[in-house]
C-alpha cells in the first residue's frame, strides 16, 4: 500500500507527455509539440491516418503493419497522438486506456507500454564532464529531462558558465520529463536544491525558485565583455562598458529576463536594434545590437518571452547581445545581481510539502539500495 500511495501522489502533482530519444540536438531551438487525434463514433485506425493526412501511404502502410489488428481497432475516446521535434514527426502514438502502441519514425521501432510507465520515478547521479549536456547523453536521460531542469535552476544557475568538471547532480525523474527533485552541488554554485510541488519548484525549506530575473538573457552563450572599464574594438580607446556582452550565433533567441513593460523598441545610435524594458522596483533592462524585434513599446512582456534575436546592428564586430541593467537610474553588473526569491509557500500548506519532499528522498534512497 506504501508504493501504491506514493505514484498516487506523484501522478495528482505531476502531468505531461512523453519523449523519446536523446539526439544532440540544438536545445536553444529545441521544440516539441504534438497533435492529437481523439476517435469518435465510427472511426477506425485506417480512417483517422487517412482523414489527418499527415503521413505518406507508405508510412500508413507500414504502421498498418506494426499495429496489429486487435490494437487498431478504437474505441471512443481512444487517440492517435503524432509528436513532432522542431516540425519533423518523431513518433506516432496510439493511447488506449491501459497501454500505449508507439512507433519511432526515425528509428522504426515499436514498443508497448502501460500507460502508468510514463509516471514511474527514475533516480539518477549524474558527475559533470564537460558539460551537463554531454552528462545527460551519456546517462541516456530523455532529453524534456534536461530542457526542464534547465528551466526550473534558471533563476539559480546559469549552465552555459558555472558548471564544472566534477560538479555532480542527483535527480529524480520521469520519462515523460517531469523533474520531482533535483539537487545540483558545483564548486561555482554550491549546493542547489528543486522540489517539485503543485505544479512549481521550491527548495527544500519551501522558498519559491522563482525570482524577479532569469540568471541570463540567453541560454547559450559565451561571455566576451564584462561590467566595467574595457578597450572599445571600433572606438579604439578605453572606455566605460556599462553591461554585458554575451556572443552568441545570429539568431539566437533573446528572453525578457522579468516581467516588464517595453518602453523603446527601435533603432538606437551605436547600439543598434535595441529593446529597453521597465520592470517593477526601478528596474530598467537594455537588450541591444539585436538582428530582429518581436515586441513594440508599450507592449507588456512576460519573463522568460522571446523579445529579439542577435544581431551584430550599431557598433559591433560580431554576433552578440549587449545586456545593461539599471535601477534608478544607476548601472548595475548584471552577472552580480542578487535578488530575493518570491513569496515562500503559506505556513499551511508546509507540511503537505515536507511530507511529498520525503516521499521523495525515499524514493531516491530506495533506488540506491536496490542498485
Known amino acids: 500500500m506504501r508504493r501504491i500511495s506514493v505514484l498516487t501522489l506523484l501522478i495528482v502533482y505531476c502531468s505531461g507527455g512523453s519523449i523519446s530519444d536523446t539526439e544532440n540536438i540544438d536545445v536553444e531551438n529545441f521544440k516539441v509539440h504534438f497533435k492529437d487525434v481523439i476517435a469518435r463514433k465510427g472511426d477506425n485506425f485506417s480512417t483517422i491516418l487517412k482523414r489527418?493526412?499527415?503521413?505518406?501511404?507508405?508510412?500508413?502502410?507500414?504502421?498498418?503493419?506494426?499495429?496489429?489488428?486487435?490494437?487498431?481497432?478504437?474505441?471512443?475516446?481512444?487517440?492517435?497522438?503524432?509528436v513532432f521535434i522542431n516540425d519533423e514527426l518523431e513518433r506516432v502514438e496510439l493511447r488506449k486506456q491501459r497501454y500505449i502502441y508507439e512507433y519511432a519514425i526515425r528509428r522504426g521501432e515499436f514498443r508497448k507500454t502501460?500507460?502508468?510507465?510514463?509516471?514511474?520515478?527514475?533516480?539518477?547521479?549524474?558527475?559533470?564532464?564537460?558539460?551537463?549536456?554531454?552528462?545527460?547523453?551519456?546517462?541516456?536521460?530523455?532529453?524534456?529531462v534536461f530542457v526542464n531542469l534547465v528551466d526550473m535552476f534558471s533563476w539559480d544557475i546559469d549552465f552555459s558558465t558555472e558548471t564544472r568538471n566534477g560538479d555532480t547532480l542527483k535527480i529524480l525523474y520521469s520519462?515523460?520529463?517531469?523533474?520531482?527533485y533535483a539537487e545540483y552541488i558545483g564548486s561555482e554554485v554550491g549546493r542547489k536544491v528543486a522540489v517539485r510541488f503543485r505544479g512549481s519548484y521550491y527548495d527544500e525549506h519551501g522558498n519559491n525558485l522563482?525570482?524577479?530575473?532569469?540568471?541570463?538573457?540567453?541560454?547559450?552563450?559565451?561571455?566576451?565583455?564584462?561590467?566595467?572599464?574595457?578597450?572599445?574594438?571600433?572606438?579604439?580607446?578605453?572606455r566605460p562598458h556599462h553591461g554585458v556582452d554575451y556572443a552568441a550565433p545570429y539568431g539566437t533567441k533573446v528572453r525578457s529576463v522579468g516581467d516588464g513593460k517595453v518602453i523603446f523598441a527601435g533603432w538606437r545610435g551605436g547600439y543598434g536594434k535595441t529593446v529597453i524594458?521597465?520592470?517593477?522596483?526601478?528596474?530598467?533592462?537594455?537588450?541591444?545590437?539585436?538582428?530582429?524585434?518581436y515586441v513594440k513599446k508599450g507592449q507588456n512582456v512576460k519573463q522568460g518571452q522571446i523579445i529579439g534575436a542577435v544581431g551584430s546592428t550599431g557598433l559591433s564586430t560580431g554576433p552578440h547581445l549587449h545586456f545593461e541593467v539599471r535601477r534608478h537610474g544607476r548601472l548595475l553588473n548584471p552577472l552580480r545581481l542578487n535578488l530575493k526569491p518570491e513569496k515562500p509557500l503559506?505556513?499551511?500548506?508546509?507540511?503537505?510539502?515536507?511530507?511529498?519532499?520525503?516521499?521523495?528522498?525515499?524514493?531516491?534512497?530506495?533506488?540506491?539500495?536496490?542498485?
Do not use: C
Not at 59 to 79: K, P
Not at 216 to 223: A, D, E
Open 277 to 293: 524594458i521597465r520592470h517593477g522596483k526601478g528596474y530598467i533592462t537594455t537588450y541591444a545590437h539585436l538582428s530582429r524585434i
Open 346 to 371: 503559506p505556513e499551511e500548506l508546509k507540511p503537505e510539502f515536507y511530507s511529498l519532499l520525503r516521499e521523495y528522498r525515499r524514493l531516491m534512497y530506495e533506488s540506491l539500495v536496490s542498485r
Open 114 to 144: 502501460r500507460r502508468f510507465i510514463s509516471y514511474t520515478p527514475q533516480f539518477d547521479i549524474l558527475v559533470i564532464e564537460n558539460s551537463l549536456w554531454e552528462s545527460f547523453l551519456k546517462n541516456d536521460i530523455p532529453l524534456e
Open 210 to 238: 522563482k525570482r524577479m530575473f532569469l540568471r541570463s538573457p540567453l541560454k547559450s552563450y559565451v561571455i566576451t565583455s564584462g561590467f566595467g572599464i574595457r578597450f572599445h574594438p571600433i572606438l579604439k580607446k578605453y
Open 52 to 82: 489527418e493526412n499527415i503521413i505518406s501511404d507508405s508510412l500508413v502502410r507500414i504502421l498498418e503493419r506494426y499495429f496489429a489488428d486487435s490494437i487498431r481497432i478504437l474505441n471512443i475516446g481512444d487517440t492517435l497522438r503524432y
Open 175 to 180: 520519462d515523460a520529463g517531469i523533474v520531482y
